[in-house]
DNA sequence: GCCGTTTTCGGCCCGACTGTTTTCAGTCG
């Protein structure tokens, strides 16, 4: 997927047209286009073939060709001409924090500092101090700046942001005056990774709150320190930002800094229109406060139904929101069940019994065994003969009445690179679910590894397209594989597309899944869990199915289990 | 460069903090 090349391109533009200084306007129309596309979700060459680039948000005419330019050609002809005038390493030195466009600016022009090299050079010389606007205080925040660019500051599983969370409500709860602690953000909206984490704090004693935050254990660094707002960085690298308000901005504040900042503009744009302003401490016209206590009373105040967090990236949401064409989305206790699950039959770390009985604790209605099969040999895949023995040890199991739930009989086959399945089709339709999934040959071309699916999912045994793209977030991109036309080859056989809920695939990812639901697919939301802690993975699936515009009729494992059964295929 | 219950031109969200300044520009979210 190219989706992040072009969004680092269009940043580069935008930082470079701002260092150009002509107009004011056209950086920002460039960044919310990189941020439109970075949060897109779905291919942008499958967007590009459909002529569809214009419709997504901040996207016009010339963008598009822009965008168009550079996939078919791979190079754009006005960001070569900026790079020949202003050849500052953009991607580089933006990785600075506090280094902005008028930064590098400066010290192109007087120093001719391009990249982080050389930066580095003149700041060991002393060249810096005297520019105009540096001190010494730039200068050393630059220093520290060039070391963590180098360290790379990535982003943080979303699963291992909770944690962080944990604690750091906690902390600030000891704190004398504190009343409400929210965390807002994109933990609120519940990213498949997020940046930072957005405190919100309602207290009685502002300074005793931030002086306290400050000097939190853990805190490696100190970026902002004010009254209503601070800043500092954890020694985990994680950046966590922290605003008090006043109790009758709460809802204000809340709206504000949850986001997304595309939402927002949007959002007070509307306001505006009607002759108010939104800002983090309320709805206002003139002087008084419309609104701002609660969150849903800004939304209706403004003509909108109320915008669930996870919903909130301005991708039709707001529009939705006025014609009171929301989705339901759907919540975590909707799902009676679980259909991708591992024991250690395979590569899993607990027996079949211990699985279950974890599952039963769930109170689910049904759950399926789905080890690995033969040519998954690095995770002990199981044979023919081994998984008719366990489809007879699952037969006792539903006898013998120890588990409530109906168990029932899967595996997750492997597709092989011609894109068979490796397990006899008389056995597999002894099975009650079968998953499919690509394990190997990731590197192949987009379309052998489509033709492999699609071959794959046509062979009628197999009800559930396993982890469709294969992803490893911050580890591994997706293969390369035209989702369009596997959702086609699905819809036409029946096939039900899989969202994995290990907090390192959420995959389909959210917008995959909004396009798996336009061609009328049903979706699985599976922990594939290996171990019985990762049966709790289920709510990172659920937050993802949210993301990704899902009702509870949209899931089959929210149906009773006799009309999930139907559900699959025969 | 984008965009439209003020529309095809003329607008473009809003505020906090910092460092370097005597009133503000730059950066960030």
Same mark, same amino acid.
Request: hydrophobic share 40%.
């Given at each position: 997927m190219k989706n992040n090349d072009v969004v680092q391109l269009l940043n580069e533009m935008a930082v470079l047209l701002e260092i150009q200084g002509t107009d004011k306007f056209k950086p920002k129309a460039y960044s919310r286009a990189a941020r439109s596309i970075a949060s897109l979700g779905e291919d942008i060459e499958a967007i590009a073939a459909r002529g569809?680039?214009? &419709? #997504?948000?901040? +996207? &016009?005419k010339s963008l598009a060709d822009k965008i168009d330019a550079y996939l078919k050609t791979g190079s754009i002809n006005q960001l070569e001409q900026l790079r020949k005038e202003i050849p500052v390493k953009v991607r580089e030195l933006d990785a600075i924090p506090g280094v902005g466009p008028m930064t590098m600016k400066l010290l192109y022009e007087n120093l001719g500092i391009t990249d982080l090299e050389s930066l580095e050079k003149a700041v060991k010389e002393g060249q810096l101090k005297g520019l105009k606007g540096i001190g010494q205080k730039t200068v050393d925040q630059i220093s520290e700046g060039i070391q963590l660019a180098r360290a790379g500051f990535g982003r943080t599983l979303l699963a291992n942001a909770f944690p962080i969370v944990e604690g750091i409500q906690a902390s600030l709860r000891e704190i004398q005056g504190v009343r409400k602690i929210t965390i807002a953000g994109s933990f609120r909206r519940r990213k498949e990774t997020i940046g930072d984490i957005d405190v919100l704090v309602v207290t009685d004693e502002a300074e005793q709150l931030m002086n306290a935050f400050v000097h939190?254990?853990? +805190?490696? *660094? +100190?970026?902002a320190h004010g009254p209503t707002k601070s800043s500092v960085r954890l020694a985990s690298g994680i950046q966590v930002d922290v605003r008090v308000l006043p109790a009758d901005s709460y809802g204000a504040g809340l709206q504000y800094f949850t986001g997304s900042i595309d939402h927002n503009v949007h959002v007070r744009t509307i306001a505006q229109k009607r002759g108010l302003r939104l800002s983090e401490y309320g709805l206002y016209r003139g002087d008084e406060?419309?609104? &701002? @206590?609660e969150e849903d009373a800004i939304y209706s105040a403004v003509g909108l139904d109320y915008i669930e967090p996870e919903l909130r990236e301005d991708k039709g949401e707001i529009e939705a929101a006025q014609h009171h064409e929301l989705p339901k989305l759907i919540e975590l206790k909707h799902i009676r069940g679980d259909l991708h699950t591992h024991t250690d039959k395979s590569d899993g770390a607990n027996s079949i019994e211990e699985m279950l009985d974890a599952a039963a604790r769930k109170s689910y209605e049904y759950y399926c065994i789905s080890d690995h099969t033969k040519s998954l040999t690095i995770a002990r895949g199981m044979t023919e003969e081994q998984i008719l023995a366990s489809i007879s040890e699952i037969d006792e199991f539903n006898s013998s009445g120890r588990w409530k739930m109906r168990v029932l009989k899967g595996a997750e086959v492997d597709i092989l690179s011609n894109g068979n399945l490796d397990i006899s089709d008389e056995v597999l339709q002894q099975l009650d679910v079968v998953t499919a999934s690509v394990h190997s040959k990731m590197k192949d071309t987009k379309e052998a590894i489509t033709d492999r699916v699609c071959a794959a999912i046509q062979n009628r045994h197999v009800d559930i397209l396993g982890h469709p793209t294969g992803r490893l977030l911050l580890k591994r991109s997706e293969y390369e594989v035209d989702l369009e036309r596997v959702f086609e080859t699905a819809r036409a056989s029946g096939v039900i597309m899989e969202l994995n809920s290990h907090p390192e695939r959420l995959d389909l990812n959210d917008g995959n899944l909004r396009a798996a639901k336009r061609y009328g697919l049903k979706i699985a939301i599976n922990? *594939?869990?290996? @171990? #019985? &802690?990762?049966? *709790?993975n289920m709510q990172f699936g659920v937050f993802q199915a949210r993301r990704g515009w899902l009702e509870a009729k949209d899931v089959i494992n929210t149906y009773p289990l006799k009309e999930m059964i139907k559900l699959l295929r025969k």
């Open positions: 569809e680039l214009t &419709g #997504i948000p901040g +996207v &016009g939190l254990e853990g +805190v490696a *660094d +100190v970026l406060q419309v609104a &701002g @206590r922990t *594939d869990a290996h @171990r #019985i &802690g990762e049966l *709790d």
